[in-house]
């Protein structure tokens, strides 16, 4: 069998965040915490709240809106649409197809992804393999979140960590040599239990019980996931470039999920590279799960920080446990 792939990369990026901020100084309200440990421990300043009436697809929507819009790409000529999320509007239907009806994207097949903060490098993964093999030529990889809806606003521990948010690509060919060269993508099942949210699904279908103990809230072990994050950020940004032939030194620019500034901080010393060439932006928003990526690629792209020809690397790691992480020779012409 023969495959002749075709190179893809990314055309275009768009990002939505709610209007509303909370502030640390609004969660020393909230529960028993401070300012100065919320900074100093994590690095997060504010994050953003959707409103009650704005649910994740609404994000999701507004984010692909400005991918399209910044990619020239008509909505009907998207082949695929998959949204990266562990907070969808419901179980089902996928979050993905409502989005498709609200674009107007009639020839687009439309499914959702969950892999943790992780869930937007597997989408870019997944999506990239239709345009290769040439089955679709666009497809719209969009990472959305409505963290609060399923943060425990009682517990310090996780609520100072989350934040809202959407985060879009449109994917499509590009010039060989150009695009995704390289990928990472791995599991531990063995650490579920570290970060879940216990109920809602077939093992623990809502009942006066999970809600009454609050199972359907968002539950973590922080030091055994800051543990985890630590090693597994390093390690995947080194496998995808070495599945791209390339190495550390390669690196233009670096884009890691927005979780702790600690984390990202530990990842610059394992890979050996300066401040400059990493974006961090989870002082404003907060850590978004899967929508941390796209956002931080949308902002860093649009500040002038990724020029043509640069290698970019994205990484992420998150429930599951999952990680992934991708390299890009940004293309010429977005
Ligand atoms: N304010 C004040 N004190 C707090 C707060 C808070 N918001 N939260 C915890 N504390 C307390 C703890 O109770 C503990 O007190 P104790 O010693 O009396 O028990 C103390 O602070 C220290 O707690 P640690 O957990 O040791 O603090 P640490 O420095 O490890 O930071 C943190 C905690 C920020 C959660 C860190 O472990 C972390 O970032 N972990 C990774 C989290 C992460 O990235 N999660 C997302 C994964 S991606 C996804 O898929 C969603």
Redesign the pocket.
Known sequence: MSLNLRSVGILGTGMCLPEKVLTNMD?EKM????DE??RT??GIVERRIADPHTPTSVLAEKAARMALENARIKAQNIGLIIVAT?TPDMVFPATACLVQDRLGATSAAAFDLEA????FIYALASGAQFVASGIYDYVLVIGAET?SRIVNWED???????GDGAGAVVLGPVPEGYGILGMDLGSDGGGADL?DVPAGGSLNPASEYTVKNKLHF?R?N?????K??VRIIGDSALRALSSAGLEKENIDFLIP?Q??I??IQSALKRLKISEEKVYVNLDRYG?T??ASVPIALHEAYREGLIKKDNIVVLV???????WGAAVIRWSADI
């Open positions: 969660l529960v028993d915490t401070s440990w919320i421990r994590t562990v943790g903060c992780s869930g963290l310090r521990n996780t609520c100072v960590l989350f970060l968002l973590m922080g030091n055994e996931v800051f985890f994050a999920h979780a702790n600690r984390i850590n799960s899967a992420a790691f998150g429930a599951g446990l999952t």
